[in-house]
């Protein structure tokens, strides 16, 4: 019996927990949507959801954001998946110095950053220890500051995007894994390919989705870089309206969480299947 | 020539030496167990006959081509792991198929081998499970499946029992010795088990510290141990410091109490101490049938270990062990007890000076 009420009290202290850990989470983003259903006086409908949706500088701007995020998440996996695998495989001992490198990303605030890449890459770059130029400014043209922004965002998406990784490279073997396919004849590419990162599909997109939701949601980096992204639009949008940024607040949340159901119905099975050997 | 050779081989790893000066010559076909202690070098030599380790010195030839520099994925060599290691997003059949896949083999003749592997493993209603759906058992049962797929030149299996639980490995190794002599394939197996190796191998390399201690067939590994380490290693051992009293005749004695020996005394003369070492298996009670050696003994203890009785006496003032087999109508000294053991001359093994 007293094994029961033990099971009890704690089923109810966990049950508490997790309320509490819901309302957290629900409660400011049902304030957020009902709010912005609010837009006519005495009405309760979606016409803020409707003029928001029709700013074409809404589109514009959310186009170009989730054009950084998709090229964002191309490098930062180009960047990190080998360098977790090859740390997994031949450097051990280089982890703590690579986990040390992303979590400065974290350290050193965005604005910092984002200043840090106007002050570098603002003035023309020569070539090291001569004062031969070898490009003018880089943020001089479009192209320039896009791959700026891009690699700011990189830098910052890489704590989120390299801890993803190694913990799906933890739950696989990667050194056996590695050996076997080798032994049967694959090459590098090969193993790769078809053997390191179908294990590691369900990190790759929570990576990935990570990424995305930090570069949808920056605001510092891209207001001084002065380009046309979703989050500075938002928060000029916040200066003289009210009801639109709430819904479009709402709206990108509700994008988020479909994104993150959408990985589970992809990974589901795999990912169990990868993870259970 | 021997089918795979490995000639001089050394390997390092920083100033600490693995593997030293290791030879040895395996025909086809042959079941070649590399057997030692953790730390003895017997899985690195496996990973350098796999190209997972490049020797640091000395040649490794397979059906006459030197590969010792070559790719493990040129070398054509199937491996098994200890962990499996089954590609997790891969079903069971998907696995076997997978060096065929990278030979580019065609479509339909690779159907046919993974359907031929399969039925070799005994596994045609688990082709299109996942590894995680399987026991341990039948996951190493398809990574052998998977080795053998690509018909491999040799096949390297590192300890690929150790984890599994003691039935499942008892009938496994049987099925993996049946299916190597099946397929005439050469095979070179790393345990540490001594059973494992002893039961499965045509020849047994032990190893000690980077070198070959003694190559030999289980009989004469167990038999006739080169060295005190091989004695030691390989089975249960009495050992005792005896004094040569005649080496025309082989006589030994230990506190006094006499034995004679087969072992040859080329070296030795009256009066020099030497280790000798008697399997506790070669004792039998002097009232059975009597060998070369009777000597008066007291039991000191007994104790059961299922199929075996182990007899601990005492011979002179050396404490020895008898083990002998257990049934029913077995009739045992008491504690306390004198009694006689005896025991051929082939059983006093000299393992050297004392």
């Not at chain 1, 997109?205 to 891209?222: C, D, M, N, R």
Request: charged share 15%; proline share 4%.
């Amino acid at each position: 019996m007293k094994i029961f009420s033990g099971l009890r009290s704690i089923s109810l202290w966990s049950g508490f927990w997790y309320l509490l850990g819901v309302l957290y989470f629900i409660l400011p983003l049902y304030a957020t949507f009902d709010f912005s259903m609010r837009l006519e006086r005495d009405k309760y409908n979606f016409v803020a959801y409707q003029k928001a949706f029709a700013d074409p500088n809404f589109l514009k701007t959310f186009a170009y954001s989730n054009i950084l995020a998709a090229v964002t998440i191309v490098i930062s996996l180009l960047l990190v998946v080998p360098t977790s695998y090859w740390i997994r495989l031949r450097l051990p001992e280089a982890r703590r110095i690579v986990e040390y490198i992303t979590t400065l990303a974290i350290v050193i605030p965005a604005i910092v950053m984002g200043f840090g890449l106007v002050s570098v890459y603002g003035a023309p770059i020569n070539l090291p220890f001569t004062s031969i130029q070898l490009t003018d400014s880089l943020l001089n043209t479009r192209l320039g500051t896009n791959f700026i922004i891009i690699m700011g965002y990189t830098v910052l998406a890489l704590p989120l995007m390299y801890r993803s990784i190694d913990t799906g490279m933890r739950t696989i073997d990667v050194r056996t894994l590695t050996e076997a396919a080798q032994s049967l004849g694959a090459n590098w590419t090969t193993i790769i390919v078809r053997v390191i990162l179908p294990n590691l599909r369900a990190s790759i997109l929570s990576g990935a989705l990570l990424t995305f939701a930090i570069v949808v949601g920056e605001v510092t980096i891209s207001s001084i870089m002065n380009v046309p992204a979703f989050s500075p639009y938002l928060w000029l949008l916040g200066q003289h309206k009210a009801y639109e940024p709430a819904a479009l607040s709402f709206a990108s949340f509700l994008m988020i969480w479909a994104s993150m159901g959408i990985i589970q119905i992809v990974t589901g099975g795999r990912a169990q299947a990868a993870g259970a050997h | 020539m021997a089918y795979l050779s490995l000639t001089h081989i050394s390997k390092q790893f920083g100033d600490t030496v693995v593997v030293q000066d290791f030879n040895l010559d395996i025909e086809k076909g042959e079941f070649i167990s590399f057997l030692g202690p953790s730390g003895c070098g017997k899985t690195t030599t496996l990973r350098m006959v796999a190209g997972f380790e490049i020797p640091t010195a000395g040649t490794i030839t397979i059906n006459g081509v030197d590969v010792t520099n070559n790719a493990p994925n040129q070398r054509n060599v199937g491996m098994i792991f200890q962990a499996y290691a089954l590609f997790p997003n891969m079903t069971v059949a998907q696995n076997i198929s997978f060096g065929l896949r990278i030979r580019k083999d065609a479509e339909a003749a690779i159907k046919e081998r993974v359907q031929e592997m399969i039925s070799l493993i005994n596994l045609e209603k688990h082709a299109d499970k996942y590894p995680y759906q399987l026991s341990g058992g039948q996951q190493q049962r398809v990574a052998l499946a998977r080795a053998l797929a690509n018909s491999p030149q040799v096949l390297l299996l590192d300890e690929p029992l150790s984890a599994l639980d003691a039935k499942i490995r008892v009938s496994l190794r049987a099925e993996i010795r049946s299916i190597q002599k099946r397929l005439g394939i050469t095979a070179i197996f790393v345990t540490h088990d001594q059973e494992e190796a002893l039961s499965i191998s045509d020849r047994i390399v032990v190893m000690y510290e980077g070198k070959v201690e003694q190559v030999g067939t289980p009989f004469q590994i167990y038999n006739f141990p080169k060295t005190e380490f091989v004695a030691n290693f390989v089975g249960s051992l009495n050992r005792a410091v005896a004094e040569v009293i005649d080496t025309a005749q082989g006589l030994l004695s230990v506190d006094g109490v006499q034995f004679s020996s087969a072992a040859k005394m080329d070296g030795l003369k009256k009066g020099d101490k030497v280790r000798i070492a008697i399997r506790p298996e070669r004792f039998s009670f002097a009232s059975e049938q009597k060998k070369a050696n009777v000597v008066d003994c007291q039991i000191e203890n007994i104790t059961f270990l299922g199929s075996v009785v182990r007899v601990h006496i005492l011979i002179g003032k050396t404490k020895f062990t008898v083990d002998t087999f257990n049934y029913p109508s077995l009739e045992l000294p008491k504690i306390g007890d004198k009694e006689q053991v005896t025991c051929s001359r082939e059983a006093v093994l000299i393992l050297g000076p004392a």
